[in-house]
């Protein structure tokens, strides 16, 4: 498993929007957002090609995201 914390980018004054939109989404967990363009967090996935694919996703499916970018990628081997 691939844990890995990322930051989605939102248009200006859309983070708190989008962030209650994201609790819904497999495998991520929002940690909160700083009210305005940014939202924070953790993402579990299978392996990386799978977090890349889904940020795109987000990306594409939703008009007030601009941008997921991970912070810290860590493996989980257990």
Known sequence: MIIAGVVI????GRA???????AGVGGLRVQ?????????????VTDSGVLQRLGEELVRSD???LG???TLVSEDKD
């Open 68 to 70: 997921v970018h991970p």
């Open 32 to 44: 909160g957002s700083d009210g305005y363009d940014r939202v924070a967090g953790v993402w579990t």
């Open 9 to 12: 980018e939102t248009l200006p």
């Open 16 to 22: 708190d929007s989008v962030a209650s939109r994201l």
């Open 63 to 65: 008009k007030e995201i």
